[in-house]
């Protein structure tokens, strides 16, 4: 089993920026690729990003390249996604999740593990 924090939400006022955080622990986890997913109020969950573990590969989703960016942090167990510039339009809850393979997959269904969502707001 894998525990999943997520932290760092809030309200923002567009084009500002954030740092969300998911805290990782449980099993070991290096073979697994961590991912943040996003959803808004009446909307599917979305995939943002995702990160593999031992490499650090990164993958993102074609319409967010250049706002968002994944990081780990392999010593402190932790994943972040820093978003700048940010919009009204990516109000939504963010999600990070964990996937028990080494390649990058991007679909919600393909992960196995959730963390409880952190709330960003972004006022106009």
């Known amino acids: 089993q894998l525990q999943l924090v997520e932290s760092g939400g809030g309200l923002v006022q567009a084009g500002g920026s954030l740092r969300l955080s998911c805290a990782v622990s449980?099993?070991?986890?290096?073979?697994?690729?961590l991912g943040w997913f996003r959803q808004a109020p009446g909307k599917e969950r979305e995939f943002v990003a995702a990160i593999t573990w031992s490499r650090g590969t990164t993958y993102y989703a074609d319409s967010l390249k250049g706002r968002f960016t994944i990081s780990r942090d392999n010593a402190k167990n932790m994943v972040y996604l820093q978003v700048t510039g940010l919009k009204p339009e990516d109000t939504a809850v963010y999600y990070c999740?964990?996937?028990?393979?080494?390649?990058?997959?991007?679909?919600?269904?393909?992960?196995?593990?959730w963390g409880q969502g952190t709330q960003v707001a972004v006022s106009s």
């Open positions: 449980g099993r070991t986890f290096s073979r697994y690729t």
């Open positions: 999740a964990a996937d028990d393979t080494m390649s990058v997959r991007t679909t919600a269904i393909s992960y196995d593990y």
